[in-house]
């Protein structure tokens, strides 16, 4: 066994999921809520966005590379062979609504990719791809789908609040966080509310969060930036005031002038009690279980955010993590709660929009002329 496989990983079988019994009744509580969120916005904006991770701030194409000589453990899935797939690469923040920058709240990063083989999982049976939807932190804020009920019924309450009372509560809340890490205590929460460091998102290392099948074991995956143009940028602050759309600006600095490589890599569940699949804010111990580069992205130099194109790009395209094959399947409560909320978000925005949102086949789907922006 290899110095990156400490202890035999846990094999995958469906017995480890554990239902809860109102995991019907919270999940519909999940729905209404996105509902809500999705239905004020819709109406703020005249069109309808994404019930949660709303803004983007780019969208860019690139390529993953499998490696060869992956351990057998390691090697699963999409990952068992050394190959390259298409990519489409989303950044963005949390919220259901379209905020200023100084608003300062968890980063994500979701990525598409194209021509994956092997058996679908449900509801994606005649597509090609697979997602890997992604936060710049290694565990979700709620620990179940109950929980993560009441946080987002937390969020969707600021909402329709004025958009200066967010930058001050946030402002607020970012010098609490940054006051509680001083002595040792993350608040999920309260980065939630927009306590988050506003930090660059292309120095971030993003999480699965939440489990997945890893073929015949289970894992968390992440993305983690490489190359010096993106690992110089790890930890630094973005400036926000008087930039609303700050992070577009910044994110595009980077990505225009040169290629940018991230690793994706694999942590192996070896223990279910120390790394659960039903606790979904359980951060998984990297010294019991290391997470093992598998891939390397690479995004060539190009625009960041194209003004008219990008948003057309953005009401075309959904991810999930039930976009994807068996040997991925998502697993543990919070992810069972994404698929009929995820579905549910993206159906509402096709028919408030009045344009169905269809799974892309490939990288030519993806629109290349913008709308005209007077």
Known sequence: MSDDLRHSPVAFTPSIEVRADDEADTIQGLNEQLRMIQEKTARDYGTAVRGVHAKGHAIVKGKLDV????APALAQGLFSTPGSYDALLRFSTLPGDILDDSVSVPRGLAIKLFGVPGDRLPGSETDTTQDFVMVNGPAFASPTPKAFLANLKMLAKTTDVGEGLKKGLSATLQAVDAALETVGIASPTIQTLGGTPNTHPLGET??????????????KLSIAPVSPNLTDLTGSKVETSGRPDALRQDLGEVLIEQDSVWELRVQLCTDLEAMPVEDSSVVW???????????????????????????????AVSYSPWHGIIAHQPIGGVNRARKPTYEMSTKFRGEYNGCPVHELRSLSDVPTQGMTID
Request: hydrophobic share 35%; aromatic share 10%; net charge negative.
């Open 67 to 70: 490696l060869d000589g992956v």
């Open 285 to 315: 111990d990297e010294k019991q279980s290391p997470y093992v580069a598998v891939a390397r992205l690479t995004v060539p130099a190009q625009l960041g955010w194209q003004l008219g194109l990008s948003e057309q790009q953005e009401q």
């Open 206 to 219: 993003y999480y699965t969060q939440v489990p997945l099948r890893h073929g015949d074991y289970i894992a």
